[in-house]
T-cell receptor, first 113, second 112 residues
Framework: NAGVTQTPKFRVLKTGQSMTLLCAQD?????MYWYRQDPGMGLRLIHY???????AKGEVPDGYNVSRLKKQNFLLGLESAAPSQTSVYFC????????????FGDGTRLSIL | RKEVEQDPGPFNVPEGATVAFNCTYS??????FFWYRQDCRKEPKLLMS???SGNEDGRFTAQLNRASQYISLLIRDSKLSDSATYLC?????????????FGAGTRLAVHP
């Protein structure tokens, strides 16, 4: 029973490098989300998607891009990594709207040197 | 003012104790409320939804006070396994879209 799977689990990047985080869900959920979690702060929404082929900006979208080419996958890209993007990234999904409970992946710990 | 505020704790309690967490939210139009649990270095997991009439799930009781914009979580007969961070989560329509706002969490440590 996989639920929401994130890859990779850990990554260290140098400033200026790019990378893509992958999120896959097997629950046939329409909505998917990318959050970041920093010490002392609540999870903050980066981007979200209300269905295949659609994406929208969240609270802190700058420096990130996303794509939802397939319903089950939601990719988060860092074009030119910066130390301020050091964080734990969580992907989540929900069957209906954002006001409903969300199911989370186990996170990606990203360090930018 | 933060949209969702919680006492960060930590709350250090002995096994068997009763502990209560509070949370306040800023948007009076919010409709959905949740408590999530997050273990150290793990993902958040839904603990329970919070309904207007209050609801209970075993040792856990959640209450909502819309007039005061306040949510609470009561844990009775604390177990060592209850040690975690508890996140208060509220839905809001902000910036033109509906979203969940997560509090920074209240840390609970239950000791023998």
């Amino acid at each position: 029973n996989a639920g929401v799977t994130q890859t990779p689990k850990f990554r260290v990047l140098k400033t200026g490098q790019s990378m893509t985080l992958l999120c896959a869900q097997d629950m046939n959920h329409e909505y998917m989300y990318w959050y970041r979690q920093d010490p002392g702060m609540g999870l903050r929404l980066i981007h979200y998607s209300v269905g295949e082929g659609t994406t929208a900006k969240g609270e802190v979208p700058d420096g990130y891009n996303v794509s939802r080419l397939k319903k089950q996958n939601f990719l988060l890209g860092l074009e030119s990594a910066a130390p301020s993007q050091t964080s734990v990234y969580f992907c989540a999904s929900s069957s209906t709207g954002p006001g409903q409970p969300q199911h989370f992946g186990d996170g990606t710990r990203l360090s930018i040197l | 003012r933060k949209e969702v505020e919680q006492d960060p704790g930590p709350f250090n309690v002995p096994e068997g104790a009763t502990v209560a967490f509070n949370c306040t939210y800023s948007n009076s139009a919010s409709q959905s409320f949740f408590w999530y649990r997050q273990d150290c270095r793990k993902e958040p997991k839904l603990l329970m939804s919070v309904y207007s009439s209050g609801n209970e799930d075993g040792r856990f009781t959640a209450q909502l006070n819309r007039a005061s914009q306040y949510i609470s979580l009561l844990i009775r007969d604390s177990k060592l396994s209850d040690s975690a961070t508890y996140l208060c989560v509220v839905n809001m329509i902000s910036g033109g879209y509906n979203k969940l706002i997560f509090g920074a969490g209240t840390r609970l440590a239950v000791h023998p």
